[in-house]
């Protein structure tokens, strides 16, 4: 919008993010919003023509977060160890139960191969969650 000035733009919420003026055959201007609900900002299109050889046309950048994939991956690992670490419990107790037939031992047992169970199940979903983001990045 060359020569329309001041541009007004309302938003329904409040602005945390870099935004970028673009207009085709001008260098984008970069706007920094505040963290107050009213900000002002001023911004100057440049013709690419008459830009400086170190500015470069603007072109989106994609946001990789990465550490979703690796928190996902270390959930897998450590949820895995605790599965193992219970399901070994459980086999112990049921070794001595199978030795003893000691019936105060089946809760115990069935408690560790819950808890084994269920860290299984959050390993598989932190390895999971790890893959869909490694297939579709």
Known sequence: MP????????FG??????RYVVWPGYVPA???????EWNRHRGLLQLLEAATP???PWRPT??????ITYAALGVAVAATAV?????FQADRLYARYKETGDPALHPRIRSLDL???IALGVAQLGLGVAAFRLIFR
């Open 30 to 36: 970069i706007i920094r919003p505040g963290w107050v």
């Open 83 to 87: 599965s193992i670490h219970y399901k």
């Open 54 to 56: 170190d500015v470069q």
């Open 3 to 10: 020569g329309t000035t001041p541009f007004l733009g309302v």
């Open 13 to 18: 919420r409040l602005l945390r993010d870099t």
């Open 62 to 67: 994609v946001r990789r977060r990465h550490w």
């Open 115 to 117: 808890r084994a169970g």
